[in-house]
Protein backbone atom coordinates (compact mmCIF):
# COMPACT_ATOMS: atom_id res chain seq x y z
CA UNK A 1 0.00 0.00 0.00
CA UNK A 2 1.29 3.36 -1.14
CA UNK A 3 -0.69 5.02 1.37
CA UNK A 4 -2.09 8.95 1.22
CA UNK A 5 0.17 10.19 -1.85
CA UNK A 6 0.05 13.76 -3.01
CA UNK A 7 1.52 15.76 -5.89
CA UNK A 8 3.67 17.89 -6.41
CA UNK A 9 5.91 17.72 -3.87
CA UNK A 10 6.67 21.51 -4.49
CA UNK A 11 4.82 24.55 -6.48
CA UNK A 12 5.75 28.09 -7.42
CA UNK A 13 2.51 29.78 -8.45
CA UNK A 14 2.69 33.34 -9.57
CA UNK A 15 -0.45 35.45 -8.57
CA UNK A 16 -3.72 34.65 -10.47
CA UNK A 17 -2.26 31.63 -11.84
CA UNK A 18 -4.50 28.28 -11.10
CA UNK A 19 -3.29 24.67 -10.26
CA UNK A 20 -4.70 21.44 -8.78
CA UNK A 21 -3.38 19.64 -6.07
CA UNK A 22 -3.22 15.80 -6.62
CA UNK A 23 -4.44 13.32 -3.76
CA UNK A 24 -4.84 9.91 -3.77
CA UNK A 25 -5.29 7.01 -1.46
CA UNK A 26 -5.34 3.14 -2.04
CA UNK A 27 -6.67 2.13 1.22
CA UNK A 28 -10.31 2.30 0.31
CA UNK A 29 -10.90 4.91 2.79
CA UNK A 30 -14.67 6.70 2.67
CA UNK A 31 -13.21 10.24 4.36
CA UNK A 32 -11.14 12.53 2.86
CA UNK A 33 -9.72 15.53 3.93
CA UNK A 34 -7.50 18.89 2.50
CA UNK A 35 -5.85 20.95 5.51
CA UNK A 36 -3.43 23.95 4.95
CA UNK A 37 -0.50 24.65 7.26
CA UNK A 38 0.85 27.98 7.72
CA UNK A 39 3.96 28.55 9.85
CA UNK A 40 4.05 28.03 13.58
CA UNK A 41 0.22 27.22 12.92
CA UNK A 42 -2.31 23.52 13.80
CA UNK A 43 -3.56 22.84 10.50
CA UNK A 44 -6.72 24.27 9.18
CA UNK A 45 -9.71 22.44 7.76
CA UNK A 46 -10.45 23.47 4.03
CA UNK A 47 -12.67 20.78 2.23
CA UNK A 48 -13.86 17.20 3.30
CA UNK A 49 -15.49 14.23 1.63
CA UNK A 50 -17.46 11.69 3.42
CA UNK A 51 -18.05 9.57 0.18
CA UNK A 52 -17.44 9.70 -3.68
CA UNK A 53 -19.89 12.39 -4.75
CA UNK A 54 -19.89 14.42 -1.41
CA UNK A 55 -18.10 17.39 -0.42
CA UNK A 56 -18.52 19.82 2.16
CA UNK A 57 -16.74 22.94 3.47
CA UNK A 58 -14.40 23.20 6.18
CA UNK A 59 -12.76 26.20 8.11
CA UNK A 60 -11.16 28.06 5.33
CA UNK A 61 -12.63 27.13 2.02
CA UNK A 62 -12.84 30.55 0.22
CA UNK A 63 -10.38 30.42 -2.73
CA UNK A 64 -10.83 26.69 -3.36
CA UNK A 65 -12.52 24.17 -4.91
CA UNK A 66 -12.81 20.23 -4.87
CA UNK A 67 -14.34 17.12 -6.10
CA UNK A 68 -14.70 13.62 -5.33
CA UNK A 69 -15.23 11.71 -8.41
CA UNK A 70 -14.29 8.15 -7.20
CA UNK A 71 -13.45 6.88 -3.63
CA UNK A 72 -9.71 6.74 -4.47
CA UNK A 73 -9.29 10.43 -5.59
CA UNK A 74 -10.02 13.98 -4.29
CA UNK A 75 -8.11 16.67 -5.89
CA UNK A 76 -8.05 20.11 -4.66
CA UNK A 77 -8.36 23.16 -7.01
CA UNK A 78 -7.28 26.53 -6.17
CA UNK A 79 -8.08 29.73 -8.78
CA UNK A 80 -6.48 32.66 -8.88
CA UNK A 81 -4.14 32.14 -6.73
CA UNK A 82 -3.07 34.97 -4.25
CA UNK A 83 0.00 35.31 -1.55
CA UNK A 84 -2.34 34.51 0.81
CA UNK A 85 -2.42 30.74 -0.33
CA UNK A 86 1.24 30.49 0.19
CA UNK A 87 1.36 27.64 3.12
CA UNK A 88 1.87 23.85 3.05
CA UNK A 89 -0.85 21.61 1.98
CA UNK A 90 -1.95 18.23 3.75
CA UNK A 91 -4.51 15.64 2.44
CA UNK A 92 -5.89 12.97 4.70
CA UNK A 93 -8.02 10.08 4.79
CA UNK A 94 -10.03 7.24 6.86
CA UNK A 95 -12.10 4.72 7.13
CA UNK A 96 -15.77 4.42 8.18
CA UNK A 97 -15.45 3.31 12.08
CA UNK A 98 -12.17 4.79 12.86
CA UNK A 99 -10.99 8.07 13.91
CA UNK A 100 -7.50 7.82 12.92
CA UNK A 101 -6.63 10.05 10.31
CA UNK A 102 -3.70 9.26 7.72
CA UNK A 103 -1.81 12.03 6.37
CA UNK A 104 -0.01 12.21 2.97
CA UNK A 105 3.55 13.90 2.69
CA UNK A 106 2.21 17.31 1.69
CA UNK A 107 2.76 20.00 -1.32
CA UNK A 108 4.70 23.00 -0.28
CA UNK A 109 3.01 25.83 -2.49
CA UNK A 110 4.40 29.80 -2.67
CA UNK A 111 2.63 32.33 -4.79
CA UNK A 112 4.56 35.07 -5.48
CA UNK B 1 -15.14 29.65 16.98
CA UNK B 2 -14.09 26.98 18.69
CA UNK B 3 -10.65 26.82 19.60
CA UNK B 4 -7.54 24.69 20.29
CA UNK B 5 -4.97 26.77 22.84
CA UNK B 6 -1.63 25.31 23.19
CA UNK B 7 0.31 27.77 24.83
CA UNK B 8 3.24 26.99 26.55
CA UNK B 9 6.44 26.03 24.54
CA UNK B 10 8.63 25.69 23.00
CA UNK B 11 9.58 22.97 25.65
CA UNK B 12 13.17 21.81 26.16
CA UNK B 13 13.74 18.78 28.42
CA UNK B 14 16.32 16.81 29.08
CA UNK B 15 16.93 13.14 27.85
CA UNK B 16 15.27 10.89 30.66
CA UNK B 17 13.13 13.66 31.99
CA UNK B 18 9.12 13.43 31.79
CA UNK B 19 7.77 16.11 29.25
CA UNK B 20 4.55 17.38 30.07
CA UNK B 21 2.51 19.42 27.07
CA UNK B 22 -0.91 20.88 27.86
CA UNK B 23 -3.83 21.70 25.81
CA UNK B 24 -7.05 23.50 26.06
CA UNK B 25 -10.26 23.35 24.49
CA UNK B 26 -13.31 25.35 24.43
CA UNK B 27 -16.44 23.45 22.91
CA UNK B 28 -17.60 22.16 25.69
CA UNK B 29 -19.45 19.32 23.55
CA UNK B 30 -16.20 18.26 22.08
CA UNK B 31 -16.16 13.96 22.64
CA UNK B 32 -12.75 12.78 20.83
CA UNK B 33 -9.12 14.31 21.80
CA UNK B 34 -5.77 13.50 19.88
CA UNK B 35 -2.27 14.25 19.84
CA UNK B 36 -0.15 13.70 16.78
CA UNK B 37 3.59 14.56 16.11
CA UNK B 38 4.31 16.34 13.18
CA UNK B 39 9.37 16.02 13.13
CA UNK B 40 10.22 19.13 10.85
CA UNK B 41 9.38 19.14 7.16
CA UNK B 42 6.89 15.87 7.70
CA UNK B 43 3.16 14.76 7.86
CA UNK B 44 2.04 14.69 11.52
CA UNK B 45 1.27 11.06 12.82
CA UNK B 46 -1.30 10.43 15.25
CA UNK B 47 0.53 8.49 18.64
CA UNK B 48 -2.63 8.77 21.00
CA UNK B 49 -6.52 8.88 20.75
CA UNK B 50 -8.35 9.53 24.27
CA UNK B 51 -12.36 9.40 24.67
CA UNK B 52 -13.15 9.37 28.28
CA UNK B 53 -11.51 11.25 31.97
CA UNK B 54 -8.74 9.67 32.79
CA UNK B 55 -5.57 8.52 31.67
CA UNK B 56 -4.59 6.12 29.03
CA UNK B 57 -1.01 4.38 28.81
CA UNK B 58 0.82 3.32 25.10
CA UNK B 59 4.09 2.38 26.09
CA UNK B 60 5.89 6.04 27.20
CA UNK B 61 3.27 7.47 26.13
CA UNK B 62 0.11 9.00 28.83
CA UNK B 63 -2.64 10.96 27.61
CA UNK B 64 -4.88 12.51 30.32
CA UNK B 65 -8.35 13.96 29.99
CA UNK B 66 -10.33 16.06 32.22
CA UNK B 67 -13.75 17.21 30.25
CA UNK B 68 -14.98 19.52 33.10
CA UNK B 69 -11.73 21.33 33.11
CA UNK B 70 -11.82 21.16 29.62
CA UNK B 71 -8.07 20.65 29.12
CA UNK B 72 -6.07 17.46 27.76
CA UNK B 73 -2.54 16.33 28.15
CA UNK B 74 0.38 14.29 27.33
CA UNK B 75 2.99 12.99 29.22
CA UNK B 76 6.56 10.99 27.78
CA UNK B 77 8.42 9.60 30.08
CA UNK B 78 11.91 8.76 29.43
CA UNK B 79 12.02 11.38 26.97
CA UNK B 80 14.45 10.40 24.06
CA UNK B 81 15.91 12.88 21.51
CA UNK B 82 14.27 10.81 18.67
CA UNK B 83 11.06 12.65 20.73
CA UNK B 84 11.99 15.90 19.18
CA UNK B 85 9.47 17.15 17.34
CA UNK B 86 6.02 19.43 17.05
CA UNK B 87 2.70 18.00 19.31
CA UNK B 88 -0.68 19.06 17.91
CA UNK B 89 -3.26 18.72 20.07
CA UNK B 90 -6.54 17.76 17.80
CA UNK B 91 -10.27 17.72 18.93
CA UNK B 92 -13.60 16.91 17.13
CA UNK B 93 -17.37 17.66 18.23
CA UNK B 94 -18.56 15.28 16.03
CA UNK B 95 -18.88 11.45 16.04
CA UNK B 96 -19.62 9.27 12.47
CA UNK B 97 -19.22 10.77 9.22
CA UNK B 98 -18.77 14.13 10.19
CA UNK B 99 -16.04 13.76 12.62
CA UNK B 100 -13.88 17.00 11.86
CA UNK B 101 -11.03 17.72 13.81
CA UNK B 102 -9.69 21.06 15.09
CA UNK B 103 -5.80 21.58 15.52
CA UNK B 104 -4.02 23.83 18.36
CA UNK B 105 -0.68 25.75 16.84
CA UNK B 106 0.99 22.78 18.75
CA UNK B 107 4.12 22.85 21.06
CA UNK B 108 7.42 22.28 20.09
CA UNK B 109 9.54 19.91 21.89
CA UNK B 110 13.06 19.48 22.28
CA UNK B 111 14.97 16.74 24.16
CA UNK B 112 18.31 17.75 25.14
CA UNK B 113 21.05 14.47 25.05
Known amino acids: NAGVTQTPKFRILKIGQSMTLQCAQD?????MYWYRQDPGMGLKLIYY???????DKGEVPNGYNVSRSTTEDFPLRLELAAPSQTSVYFC???????????FGPGTRLTVT | QKEVEQNSGPLSVPEGAIASLNCTYS??????FFWYRQYSGKSPELIMS????GDKEDGRFTAQLNKASQYVSLLIRDSQPSDSATYLC?????????????FGKGITLSVRP
Open chain 1, 92 to 102: ASRTWGSYEQY
Open chain 1, 27 to 31: MNHNY
Open chain 1, 49 to 55: SVGAGIT
Open chain 2, 27 to 32: DRGSQS
Open chain 2, 50 to 53: IYSN
Open chain 2, 90 to 102: AVSRDTGANSKLT
